[in-house]
């Protein structure tokens, strides 16, 4: 899977791309059924909300074999070594939930924001790249970005310890509408399987979801091994440490995962 | 302004209609200038959110020229006297805000379960119609609906006192998701001017405001003028005790006080 030149263009002006149906509905229900196993799991990676809700999970892809391969998926690995020009790594790695009801906000903020002031990364040439494993549409909590907004470096951001139980550096409100003024806002919507990347400087945030549908969405966030954080004061399993370059597996690697469980799954019955 | 046979039957289908742009820039903007004005007031009628940021002013129509005339306008009154089939009184009149950055939720409810409970309205020959002040989009808190759950009848519910300044009789979470599992969830945007009708029995929600731009709608409560309100336990100017029929004014009575306006502003000048 390589990215055209018009999307590598796109990708650069905009600070996004967005790609439907990238994952196959097998694939997409092997992932979505492997969260709600993960989200049982009393783990210190598994934050909650203050309801009780699953809201993260953590480094699931170091001790969930679904969550591993998906880790090291060519269609995601591919691109992004594409975009930042060489070998990259895993920083971080989160299963984001936005519970039905009760998934609750999350701030307008730079993701480098937090990687460069928490973790000491030098520079922005890291990025995310997302697998939606539900519907997100206008009414459960969809992401938002203002496009453009990561051609002006990194804001200046206060550190929001109170608003939910995850601690973000935010931007202050004249900055989101400065930005806004200039960039819009966008909130891309698309079934199950779609892919969205985006730059680590590009300002983003989600609103609470109040619709009675969950809305769990994987997030890579992805660094040049180059550009490997220098300060680990955040736990290892929120921003982690092992800077070996990932290699992609084959492009298979989820079917066969999935099509092994459901010859299991006929052979038990 | 007639309804035509194809939109009352949508509207008995889908228990709303979406009409966009009914309101010229002109007259939008007056009326937005104005709840800008009436936000400022201090007075009983306006409602704040735990910010201090604007809610809602109720019966503005009973201290502001222009929202007066919207009140009496024929593009809003003849549809709905078409729809409740006669003569019509106004049950209750919202300027509602939802501020950027502060605008907070409204949970999931039906009006005419507040209609019935709290004014002993005896039917729900009773609807809202509403107009857009500002371009309503997916990113500043749109009204969500679940399509054809006003075919249901009055749901139960429980008398919120908690999640916000205003008190509302919410459904609870199992009889959401049923009717949102049947009908679906649709978030009907478009651009400042556009008109909105819904039933009285119809379940709607909006969420939050996350984004840097207001979303101000005016809200009519129409009743049949037969099906007028037994109780009088809310204040006089929240749940309105006068039920004499509406006669509706002309066309251009918005138009005409926005022209006179500048014109007047022209002279001064």
Redesign the interface.
Known sequence: MRLTPEQLEEFDREGYLFLPSVFSPEETRLLREEAERVYALDREEVWRESSGAPRTAFAAHTYSEPFRRLGRHPRLIEPVMQLLDGPIYMHQYKVNAKA??DGE?W??HQDYGTWARDDEMPEPRAMNISVFLDEV???N??L?FIPRSHKQGVQDAGHDLETTSYPLWTLD?AT??RL??EGG???P?GPAGSMLMFHGTLVH?S??N????GRTIVYLSLCHVDNHIRRFKRPEWVAHRDFTPIEPLADDCLSELAAGQKSAGQAAE
Do not use: N
């Not at 109040?210 to 549908?213: L, Q, R, V, Y």
């Open positions: 039905a009801f906000v701030q307008w549409t206008a009414v909590g969809p938002m409100r989101v509408k806004a003024e806002i966008v909130a919507t945030a609103p609470p109040i619709s009675p549908w």
